[in-house]
Nanobody, 124 residues
Framework: QVQLVESGGGLVQAGGSLRLSCTTS????????VGWFRQAPGKEREFVAA????????YHADSVKGRFTISRDNAEKMVWLQMNSLKPDDTAVYYC?????????????????WGQGTQVTVSS
């Protein structure tokens, strides 16, 4: 069982930055693909970014490309989402998720383990 805990959310003005963190107690975390998803009020949850187990491959949604960066440190059992140039449209609950398969995926149903989420609010 992999338990994920997100942190780092908060309130920030448009144009500002936040860094979200995802940590785990799972022993096999280093072999999992990890992704970030977000869900805005009244909207479906959407893919944000994902990173391969060894960090060699990453994928970012077009809506965040060039502004957000996913990274990880397996020794620390940490995955981060650096968010720069934030916009009000980025306001959402952000979730960390882990996928035990080998390939980076943007598909929500491929991820078996989910955190509780952290709120990000961007004011205009």
């Amino acid at each position: 069982q992999v338990q994920l805990v997100e942190s780092g959310g908060g309130l920030v003005q448009a144009g500002g930055s936040l860094r979200l963190s995802c940590t785990t107690s799972g022993r096999t975390f280093s072999s999992y693909v990890v992704g970030w998803f977000r869900q805005a009020p009244g909207k479906e949850r959407e893919f944000v970014a994902a990173i391969a187990w060894n960090g060699d491959s990453t994928y970012h949604a077009d809506s965040v490309k060039g502004r957000f960066t996913i990274s990880r440190d397996n020794a620390e059992k940490m995955v981060w989402l650096q968010m720069n140039s934030l916009k009000p449209d980025d306001t959402a609950v952000y979730y960390c998720a882990a996928d035990p398969t080998a390939w980076v995926t943007t598909t929500e149903t491929d991820y078996d383990y989910w955190g509780q989420g952290t709120q990000v609010t961007v004011s205009s």
